[in-house]
């Protein structure tokens, strides 16, 4: 089973920028589709984006020309580079194997990075 690690995590002010990574094991990371995952304040976790072992990317709306991920195999490391951060991208910040089209389908979760937004 893939363990993944979330870090990068803090607290920005509206605007600014955070680098999220997610360190995962073995070699499940090198050939399945990874995705990045949003749990704001009191709701429930949601797509944010993902990247398959080729690098083709798909965001949420929310996100699209805000934020970009990346991978390196290489390294079974993800990254998430946040830009022009709002308050409402706030919450805990978690990465998976996924669908392409951002459904999770590892059997479990890290601890999540928590990112904070101030206006």
């Not at 398959?52 to 929310?62: I, L, M």
């Not at 580079?81 to 996924?98: F, H, R, W």
Request: one cysteine or more; a positive charge; glycine letters at 14%.
């Amino acid at each position: 089973q893939v363990q993944l690690v979330e870090s990068g995590g803090g607290l920005v002010q509206a605007g600014g920028s955070l680098r999220l990574s997610c360190a995962a094991s073995g070699s499940v990371f090198r050939r399945n589709t990874m995705g990045w995952y949003h749990q704001a304040p009191g709701k429930q976790r949601e797509f944010i984006a993902t990247i398959t072992s080729a690098g083709s990317t798909n965001y949420a709306d929310s996100v699209k020309g805000r934020f970009t991920i990346s991978r390196d195999n290489a390294k079974n490391t993800m990254y998430l580079q946040m830009n022009s951060l709002k308050p409402e991208d706030t919450g805990v910040y978690y990465c998976n194997i996924a669908s392409f089209w951002g459904a999770p389908i590892g059997g479990s979760w890290g601890q999540g990075t928590q990112v904070t937004v101030s206006s």
